[in-house]
């Protein structure tokens, strides 16, 4: 006590005189029970009145110590528990240490002449390079092509070529020239950023690390000066909490006594006055359930006989109305059969028309639409060649030239960048080197102080714990022992008044599950000599509707049967005369296209002998070593050879025809060689060969207008 502070033992002081009580009063008996003030007695009328007198003595509760303490006792050994209370002090910190702010400098720059489109478009121009050669040899031969070599607007012409070929040139140029002096701008301002922050960030480390070192510091001392008072602190509280406990422990188990004994007389008395009441209801529930049951008997007799006619009644009603919509059903379905096949004949009809007319103006259609595809298609390629060639040369001259440039501008934005990447890794890790060893250094040290303090620390704890732990050994030996004697007895009178209620409740239980043993086999009976009746009217009923409605099924299968048969006949009748309907159209359809095929060929070859004829007669008329008269008679030869043609390809086509037609069956043959004959005559006659050939020869003009567009379609 000598070494605290003059300060310190004033607060001790002060504390000690307010814990002592005041002369003239009593000391507090801490043994004693608290009798409860006037207040509390009215706000809880429970603690006022006196607690009931128990059936029997308790028995007597061990001491909870050899020998009883006085109230004087008490009072000075917490005065002096309370005196050795120490003070925390808390500890002081040294004013905390600024980190100083590491500036950068901006870069800045001015634009110059190359990096401006003006400036690269002046350079190009002012050069003799072949590239404005070409543009101002380009613009001149416009110039004369258009008869004006040698004037102001040819030389306009072959300067605005020139511009115009240096403009893109003088564009990208200059972007390369600006992005590239951008670059390196941007690259110098980043490194000076980079080494201003890690400056700025080196001097924060430093002053952080400084500063909570003496934190660390101050609350270690810290820690040592709470550790010394709460160790003296929680050896006071243990012991009150000791004394407490032991008082709270006696007023709670005569408490607990006097509250089992009452709980125990009133769990007696509501038990016979509960079992009386049970033994009543439980009569007049058996009364009540006999009387629902003979009730519910009758209702469900009269309801199950109700149900039967009524049943019966229904099914009477349902095959009646099954039988007037199955007639309904089978007259409404030969109906619609009928109109069905009515309408599908017409539609066959109008559809077969409608594919003749569609297909004539198709194939007119398709053969003038060819021909105008075809001539669209010849010219579109030619132009389409040319363009893609003239595309293609100058796309590769000016891929040439972008391609040199890139490659220069990447290999020396590469350089720089390589360089700038190498200094900046070398700086950083010259400062990672230094500030990783400064931080060993400081967890180090701080490492050996947190190792000294914690070794102290734990050898005071486990002599604190050791005797506290004694201490608690103790108590609650004695405690646990009056706790033991206490439980002992409440135990046994709680086995006597369990044994005793249980007695009662088992004969009482007996003689109720007697009389309800009794009821339900009544009841049993009754409800068996019930359901029998009831299920003996049940088969009956069923007997009786399972055989009407067999009766009945029985009826309307055969009226299907007889409506489907008639179904399926006109159906078949009706499939025979679309079919033979369907074979007359596909055999006029196939005499139709053999007709149209033929007209084609026929078309095809005049126009093969008027292009033959009209290359001889060309060959003919510029052959130099010809006379007049030779000339006269080979023409005469082509004339007579194109007029046989026809009469020729006439017989081979009939015979060509006739070999088809016998390969055909025998109710068709003769119709359709028929028809082949006269589409034969026709063509014959109809032929550009024998109309134009011979009479208007002359006209070459007139045979091509008449003959050649045919051909065409």
């Known amino acids: 006590m000598s070494s605290l502070s003059p300060e310190e033992q004033q607060r001790r002081a002060a504390a000690q005189s307010m814990q002592r009580p005041a002369p003239g009063s009593q000391p507090i008996n801490w043994r004693q029970p608290a009798r409860p003030s006037p207040a509390a007695a009215k706000a809880s009328p429970a603690l006022a009145r006196p607690l009931p007198a128990l059936a029997r003595p308790l028995p007597a509760l061990a001491p909870a110590s050899p020998a009883r303490m006085t109230g004087a006792e008490f009072d000075k050994r917490k005065r002096d528990a309370i005196a050795d209370v120490a003070q925390v002090s808390a500890a002081q910190l040294g004013p905390a240490e600024q980190a100083e702010l590491v500036r950068s400098n901006a870069i800045t720059r001015q634009v110059k002449a190359e990096e401006t489109s003006q400036g690269q478009l002046d350079k190009m121009l002012s050069s003799d390079s072949a590239v404005m050669k070409r543009a101002e040899a380009q613009g001149l031969q416009r110039g004369a092509s ?74 270690l001392n810290q820690q040592a000066n709470v550790a010394n008072t709460s160790a003296r602190n929680s050896a006071l509280n243990s012991f009150l909490d000791r004394e407490n406990t032991a008082f709270l422990q006696e007023n709670q188990q005569i408490f607990t006594a006097a509250e089992n004994s009452a709980d125990r007389t009133l769990k007696k008395n509501l038990q016979a006055e509960s079992l009386a009441a049970v033994s009543s209801e439980n009569a007049l529930d058996r009364a009540q359930r006999t009387e629902l049951q003979r009730d519910q008997q009758d209702f469900s007799s009269t309801q199950n006989a109700l149900t039967r006619a009524q049943q019966t009644a229904l099914q009477d009603d349902q095959q009646e109305f099954s039988s007037g919509e199955s007639t309904l059903t089978r007259a409404q379905q030969i109906a619609l059969q009928d109109s069905q096949n009515l309408f599908t004949g017409t539609q066959n009809d109008l559809t077969r028309a409608q594919q003749i007319a569609l297909q004539d103006d198709q194939q007119e259609f398709s053969s003038g639409e060819n021909a105008l595809t075809r001539a669209q298609q010849t010219a579109l390629q030619d132009d389409q060649q040319t363009f893609q060639t003239d595309l293609q040369n100058s796309q590769n001259i000016f891929s040439s030239g972008e391609s040199a440039l890139d490659r220069s501008s990447r290999a020396d934005l590469q350089n720089s960048q390589n360089t700038f990447t190498s200094g900046e890794n070398a700086l950083n890790r010259a400062q990672q080197t230094s500030l990783q060893d400064d931080q060993q250094a400081f ?70 599950n007697a009389l309800n043993r009794t009821q339900q086999t009544a009841l049993q009976d009754d409800q068996q000599a019930f359901a029998s009746g009831e299920n003996a009217l049940n088969r009956t009923q069923q007997t009786t509707l399972q055989d009407d409605q067999q009766s009945f099924a029985s009826g309307e299968n055969i009226l299907d049967r007889t409506s489907r048969a008639d179904l399926q006949d006109d159906a078949q009748l009706f499939s025979a005369a679309q079919q033979e309907n369907q074979q007359l159209f596909q055999s006029g359809q196939n005499a139709l296209n053999r007709a149209l095929s033929k007209n084609n060929t026929d078309a095809s070859v005049a126009a093969s002998i008027m292009q033959g004829t009209m290359a001889a007669v060309a060959t003919v008329y510029s052959d130099p070593n010809m006379t007049p008269a030779q000339k006269e008679a080979a023409l005469t030869n082509v004339m007579n050879t194109a007029a046989g043609m026809p009469k020729l390809l006439t017989v081979i086509s009939g015979k060509a025809t006739s070999e088809d037609d016998s390969t055909t069956d025998d109710s068709t043959t003769d119709d359709d060689a028929t028809d082949d004959d006269a589409t034969d005559d026709d063509a014959t006659d109809d032929s550009p060969a024998n109309t134009g050939l011979l009479n208007g020869f002359e006209d070459y003009d007139l045979y091509d207008r008449q003959f050649g567009d045919r051909q065409e379609r």
């Not at 020139?162 to 670059?183: C, G, L, R, V, W």
């Not at 980079?194 to 101050?218: C, L, W, Y």
């Not at 490492?447 to 050791?466: C, K, M, P, V, Y």
């Not at 004697?485 to 044994?499: D, H, I, K, M, V």
């Open 146 to 219: 258009r008869g004006l070599l040698n004037s102001t607007l040819s030389v306009e012409a072959a300067q605005a070529a020139m511009i115009d070929k240096a403009q893109p040139f003088a564009i990208n140029d200059a972007a390369t020239y600006f992005n590239t002096a951008e670059s390196n701008m941007r690259a110098r301002n980043q490194s000076e950023l980079a080494n201003a922050q890690m400056g700025t960030e080196v001097n924060i480390f430093n002053t952080g690390q400084r500063n909570t070192f003496k934190t660390t510091q101050a609350g």
């Open 443 to 512: 967890q180090t040290g701080l490492q050996n102080s947190q190792n000294t303090f914690t070794s102290g620390e734990n050898a005071l704890n486990r002599a604190q714990q050791t005797a506290l732990q004694d201490d608690q050994q103790t108590f609650q030996t004695e405690l646990q022992g009056s706790q033991n004697t206490f439980t002992s007895g409440e135990n046994a009178l709680n086995r006597a008044q369990q044994t005793s209620l249980q007695d009662d409740q088992q004969s009482f239980s007996s003689g109720e």
